[in-house]
């Protein structure tokens, strides 16, 4: 069975965006951006990825990709309804609608159709990309966490982790398999749930 993979880049005090959403004060160096296409280029938002000579580059880890509204609704600036073109697009969420046969809308429990996709026969993961109310619903799902922490403090805003389902899903137990440090000061972890 494929895994449901949480890769999320987090401040210091655990946060993975501002009070309103905002995700500029995280310092993302040349070295970093370099890491995530050597290992992560799916995650590339589709419009970014020609700028970074990866327009074609290999999907590694996941061929979908889940998120909330919250993370979903920055692409329509771009403007875009398919930020992640080159993967299968699921966006929880009871209030959105989007006009695009290539991107599915999920209005009811997460956690069935996170269960549907991980019986799915693939050998790539499924991406959790955000937000923490989403990644609150599926906890019971997580299997791997995969996180950027990033050298510096929000002070305020939207956790990693909120709103947990059911006190049966934490606490949750990860355990560390992985650390890498960049010279940036980001230091990327993987962690496995016991």
């Known amino acids: 069975m494929r895994k449901l993979v949480y890769y999320i880049g987090v401040s210091l005090d655990g946060y993975i965006a501002g009070p309103g959403g905002e995700v500029d004060f995280f310092p993302v160096?040349?070295?970093?951006?370099?890491?995530?296409?050597?290992?992560?280029?799916?995650?590339?938002?589709?419009?970014?990825?020609?700028?970074?000579?990866?327009?074609?580059?290999?999907?590694?880890?996941?061929?979908?990709?889940?998120?909330?509204?919250?993370?979903?609704?920055?692409?329509?600036?771009?403007p875009t309804t398919?930020?992640?073109?080159?993967?299968?697009?699921?966006?929880?969420?009871?209030?959105?609608?989007?006009?695009?046969?290539l991107v599915s809308v999920h209005r009811s429990d997460p956690l069935t159709l996170v269960r549907r996709l991980k019986d799915e026969d693939s050998d790539k993961d499924i991406w959790l990309a955000g937000g923490g109310t989403l990644a609150g619903a599926v906890l019971p799902a997580i299997d791997q966490l995969v996180i950027k922490r990033y050298p510096v403090?929000?002070?305020?805003?939207?956790?990693?982790?909120?709103?947990?389902?059911?006190?049966?899903?934490?606490?949750?137990?990860?355990s560390p398999t992985r650390r890498e440090s960049l010279a940036d000061g980001t230091q990327v972890s993987w962690f496995d749930r016991i």
């Open 29 to 78: 160096s040349d070295e970093l951006v370099a890491w995530i296409g050597a290992n992560y280029p799916e995650t590339l938002p589709t419009h970014i990825r020609p700028h970074l000579a990866l327009e074609d580059a290999a999907n590694l880890a996941f061929d979908t990709v889940i998120m909330g509204r919250g993370t979903f609704e920055p692409a329509l600036t771009v």
């Open 153 to 174: 403090i929000a002070g305020a805003g939207i956790p990693m982790i909120s709103e947990v389902a059911s006190t049966e899903s934490a606490p949750a137990a990860f």
């Open 82 to 101: 398919r930020p992640y073109a080159h993967l299968r697009q699921y966006v929880v969420s009871t209030t959105i609608d989007i006009d695009d046969p």
